[in-house]
């Protein structure tokens, strides 16, 4: 029998080591810029009194889905700080939304890449391919090596686990808008950049905002996992657990990661996606000036 190994991992370690110490500086301005953005958005939720932030999700579930839902995320902040995990919560709130905000800023320009350039689309789906069927735990591996422990390993493994969805979306979206309408902006004289703007990504919105909402759940599920390589929020006390085998502290900080997840996913499908149910005294105002509209006349059009 004739042994026949190929040494991928031996060459992947030859890479990262290369990378470590040709690039040191360059970790090490990344790491401070993600660091620094971290700190930024911590301040909004970690500076403020426990009930000033829990006055102002309800009232923002409130606004977005109703009075039921505000009064389940009332209930279930209470909770979360009855717990005492409030600290935790909110440094896990603070990391899934710095690396969904990171992985939108890259992912949508990448998805309109893709969709207007064939090559493009050709080069990144296998790369996609590869960051979403990758297990989780492997990208804490090299955020480890090139960035040491702590917030910063923990934001770049979650953005590389969750920036896929909002790039492949946002490419599905635009390329579904439909081509007589491209064509008629291009009649028109419009300029690609603004068909871009004022036609496609408009009508790609929910495609797009489906996408978003996907990367922050995923971002939300790599923070806990992040936890173990030093990340602050749930996963601490998850790992914590874990390893004592304390059922009461896993039970906890998992009970308040599924309250973030809830309230994360309602809220942005709620103010990202289409427009709100209006309330009856609303639709009765609105159906007098519909109907008007309706029976006016079209403009002309103007010629020069």
Partial sequence: MIAFRIPL???VEDIVDFLTHAL?????????????FYEAVD???SAPPFWAVIIVLVALGLWARGWVFGVGTLVGLVLIYGMDQWDNTMHTI???????????????PLGIWMARSPAASAILRPVLDFLQTMPAFVYLIPAIILFSVGV????????????????????????????????????FGASPGRIL?????PLARPS??????????LSLSMVVIAGMVGAPGLGSP???????????????????????????????????????????????????????????????????
Avoid: C, Y
């Fill in 9 to 11: 991992g031996s060459w």
């Fill in 24 to 36: 040191k500086g360059l970790f090490g301005v990344i790491s401070s810029v993600l660091g620094g």
């Fill in 43 to 45: 301040v909004v939720f």
């Fill in 94 to 108: 603070t990391l899934t939304l710095a690396a969904t905000i990171i992985a939108v800023v890259i992912g949508i």
């Fill in 152 to 187: 910063v390993p923990g934001i770049v493994a979650t953005i590389l686990f969750a920036i896929a969805p909002g790039v492949r979306m946002t490419e599905l979206g635009i390329r579904e808008v439909d081509a007589e309408v491209v064509e008629a902006g291009h009649a």
């Fill in 197 to 201: 703007r004022q036609i496609q990504l």
């Fill in 208 to 217: 797009i905002m489906a996408g978003v909402n996907q990367v922050i759940m």
């Fill in 238 to 304: 998850i790992v914590s657990s874990f390893q004592t085998i304390d059922v009461g502290l896993g039970f906890e900080a998992g009970l308040s990661v599924v309250i973030v997840a809830i309230l994360l996913d309602r809220l942005t499908a709620a103010l990202t996606g289409s427009r709100r149910r209006l309330l009856p005294s609303q639709r009765k105002r609105r159906a007098p000036e519909a109907s008007a509209a309706a029976n006016e006349e079209p403009l002309a059009p103007v010629r020069a």
